[in-house]
């Protein structure tokens, strides 16, 4: 799958013809978020046209972009092949929305009203479906689902590094967001959710080189430590052999970096093959299996990062498929969902990942070429 016309520039409309000016962070859209979610269809018509039954789990039907110098979220429809602003107005801050990190004018508001400033990362909402947490240069927001209403979680607008409750907190280009899916998860850093239905919002703090948390329950922002090298994505450690969301492996500049968070502390992972492939990671996630998929942006490529033996591969990105007619039915995981253009895909500085549930399809913000790209993973990287 190829979503976007491939040039920098402002369009809606389908995968093919849509524009995109510098995609960076990417989240999956699941059949589970109902009928609140523009565009994105009820679970029976989701599942009928993605051919699965009632019991086959969620069923990926779209993507979330942020859409960085175009200033929105963009959702990409895995079902009709459109493209659509999800959040914001197209323009920066000036009293109507999102500091721009020198000024504290932020403005809540109805999702299509709000002003980004410069959107880095989109984090679905595990307690509630169809709900977002978006970063941009200063603050980290939300997008109430049900509601339609973006509210701020987090910073005043103004870049700075200050722990605190709620605008008191002040960031520097938080590039990664990540969310406990667990109603609790107690560390020795003091993160914890309290409520069943609120999470924990971990946060790479870019410009501050630190790892952040938020209670979510009550806004309150706290360090967690230093990542040594200014950090980007995040993902947990979904290794069987490792407690659930106990460890969050960050991307950076410089390489793989390890946070425990029952001790925290951060070491670096001694890898393999460093010298041939480069460590200058943005995106990673993980699969259940234990491999870590990482964008290398200075050398244009993914590589697989098998934690257990610290092995690094270059992931092959084939040319895509024939892209189907329009209707094309929901991603389930075993296969794309279309679109794009023909010929070989090429990476061009590849930035943030998402991975569907299963493993099997990695979508990823192609940057330079203002396209999401999708790969159909190989079983040796799940299995």
Not at 15 to 27: H, M
Not at 174 to 201: A, I, M, R
Not at 319 to 324: F, R, S
Request: aromatic fraction near 6%; glycine fraction near 14%.
């Amino acid at each position: 799958m190829i979503c976007g016309a491939g040039k920098r520039g402002f369009a809606e409309g389908t995968i093919d013809a849509a524009e995109f000016n510098l995609p960076f962070g990417v989240c999956l859209v699941f059949d589970d978020v109902g009928s609140n979610h523009d565009s994105a269809p009820n679970q029976k018509q989701a599942r009928s046209a993605a051919g699965v039954g009632a019991g086959a789990g969620r069923v990926v039907i779209g993507l979330m972009c942020a859409d960085l110098t175009n200033e929105r979220i963009r959702h990409v429809s895995l079902l009709d092949g459109s493209v659509s602003t999800y959040v914001g107005v197209g323009k920066r801050g000036s009293g109507s929305g999102s500091g721009n990190g020198t000024t504290t004018t932020i403005v809540d508001g109805p999702r299509l009203t709000v002003s980004l400033n410069g959107p880095r990362v989109i984090c679905g909402d595990p307690f509630k479906p169809g709900s977002y947490y978006i970063s941009d240069i200063a603050t980290v927001r939300y997008c109430d689902g049900a509601t339609g209403i973006v509210s701020l979680i987090a910073g005043d607008g103004m870049l700075g590094c200050a722990d605190g409750v709620g605008s008191a907190a002040r960031f520097s280009y938080p590039y990664g967001l990540l969310c406990t899916s667990s109603s609790s998860s107690s560390t020795s850093t003091g993160t914890s959710s309290s409520s069943s239905c609120e999470p924990t919002l971990f946060v790479s703090d870019n410009g501050n080189t630190r790892l952040r948390s938020i209670d979510i329950k009550t806004r309150t922002v706290k360090s967690l430590g230093d990542t040594g090298w200014s950090p980007s994505q995040l993902c947990f450690d979904r290794s069987p052999t490792t407690k659930p969301e106990s460890v969050i492996y960050i991307a950076t500049p410089g390489g793989l970096q390890r946070f425990d968070l029952a001790t925290a502390t951060r070491t670096a992972p001694v890898l393999k093959n460093k010298p041939a492939f480069g460590f200058a990671l943005f995106g990673i996630v993980c699969t259940s299996s234990g491999v870590l998929i990482a964008s290398n942006y200075s050398m244009s490529r993914l590589l697989a990062i098998r934690i257990a033996s610290g092995e690094v591969e270059q992931i092959p990105v084939p040319a895509p498929a024939p892209a189907p007619a329009p209707g094309m039915g929901a991603d389930t995981s075993s296969a794309g969902g279309g679109g794009g253009g023909g010929g070989g895909i090429k990476l061009s500085w590849p930035l943030g990942l998402t991975l569907s549930e299963s493993d099997r399809m990695l979508y990823v913000a192609n940057s330079d070429t203002h396209q999401i790209i999708g790969v159909e993973l190989s079983t040796s990287y799940f299995n």
